[in-house]
């Protein structure tokens, strides 16, 4: 009887233990269903982390009590391997050969600061400065009273735009670029939004056109209230009908927003087939995670710099309670990208750069 017992123990938690597999594996490729078709479906991404981690206490259980079922987990990490390696790459640091470019995309918060750091554009310009990057791609590239921003930036770039995408008495905000690369023309993608928007600059390099294409899609659009019942949410602080209720009220905002984000990488990933006889980089601030629609749309035909060569998590959003990697960098074949992360070292936004280095292939 004991033995029998403990049988269907056993069975019961390898069920669970696989039942776990499929909903990592269902999170972990959610990136290929439609946001506008399945919205709810679509947010499953963001809980890949979750079914990888209880997936690793199952392989620990196994190896502790019975290891002849830890082939289980393993097996399940198998299966999950590509978007395990999206979501938390693992590679060696790589020498950056000479004649490397760099690139920075950063969403800079209008130079508003943090709660920790009010001093936003002198913190941010001094850090620019030291990083003395090629190529600095920015989201959120204004402030509301215009002081000496491209006064300052031209001390250290000699090429400055900003395109402002959205400007009323609620929201304005604006992508710029700030480079060594003298800027030939720009071009704007157009898709629908209120507040965001993608913008195409060409720059003329010592041997070609270089298309640069910095991205700021739709937002999640939290409010202060929704992010606090969130963080509540996670740490377990609400009665269950209420936690209930906001969980399903958040998965619904996000997803339809989630939807809204679609049509948006689907413009770019447009505006890049279109233009492939150019070398081309695509970064900016995403709102979306490396499991996500909006970034496998973009990412089609180009190399992720991240998962290629980051590591770790990579964790670019640095607000409590949303730890996610929603910034990025891709590149076209051109290139071949070095040592891509995440640069914590800058603290005077909600955001982290996310910092590249590319070298142009040489022509076979």
């Known amino acids: 009887m004991i033995k029998q017992l403990k049988s269907f123990v056993v069975n019961l938690i390898a069920g669970a233990n696989i039942a776990t597999i499929l909903l990592m594996l269902l999170s972990g490729f959610s990136d290929r269903i439609n946001p506008e078709q399945h919205p709810i479906l679509s947010v499953m991404g963001m809980t890949f982390p979750i079914f990888l981690l209880v997936n690793l206490l199952f392989l620990f259980f196994w190896l502790t009590v019975k290891w002849k079922k830890a082939w289980i987990p393993i097996v399940g990490f198998a299966a999950a391997y590509v978007p395990i390696t999206l979501f938390m790459p693992v590679n060696m640091r790589q020498d950056v050969p000479e004649g490397a470019i760099k690139i920075l995309s950063y969403n800079v918060c209008t130079y508003g600061g943090n709660d920790k750091n009010e001093q936003g554009f002198d913190s941010i310009y001094n850090y620019l400065k030291r990083q003395n990057a090629d190529i600095v791609c920015l989201q959120e590239d204004v402030d509301t009273w215009r002081r000496f921003v491209f006064i300052r930036y031209e001390k250290i770039y000699p090429y400055n735009d900003t395109t402002i995408l959205h400007n009323n008495a609620y929201t304005f905000n604006g992508v710029g670029i700030h ?3 003298p800027i030939i023309r720009k071009e704007r993608i157009w898709y629908p939004s209120n507040t965001n928007g993608s913008v195409a ?5 010592d041997h ?3 298309l640069v294409i910095n991205n700021h899609l739709e937002g999640t659009h939290l409010s202060d209230k929704e992010r606090t019942n969130y963080k509540r949410l996670l740490r377990g602080k609400m009665e269950r009908d209420t936690a209930k209720a906001e969980s399903m009220f958040l998965i619904g905002k996000l997803g339809h927003n989630n939807a809204r984000r679609a049509p948006q990488a689907e413009a770019v990933h447009r505006y890049i087939e ?3 006889q150019y070398p081309i980089i695509v970064c900016g601030d995403f709102n979306d995670t490396p499991i996500s629609y ?3 749309t973009i990412a089609q035909g ?3 710099c991240f ?3 980051g ?7 640095n607000q409590k309670g949303f730890y996610f990697r929603i910034d990025h960098i891709f590149c076209s074949s051109d290139f071949q990208p070095y040592n891509c992360q995440i640069d914590d070292e800058i603290d005077a936004s909600d955001h982290f750069p996310i910092v590249c280095h590319l070298k142009m292939r040489e022509n076979p």
């Open 274 to 276: 279109a233009h492939r």
């Open 179 to 181: 480079t060594r690369f």
């Open 294 to 296: 909006a970034r496998r």
């Open 302 to 304: 180009l190399t992720d």
């Open 307 to 309: 998962q290629e060569t």
């Open 201 to 205: 600059y060409y720059l003329k390099t």
């Open 208 to 210: 070609d056109t270089l």
């Open 311 to 317: 590591r770790g998590l990579g964790l670019s959003y």
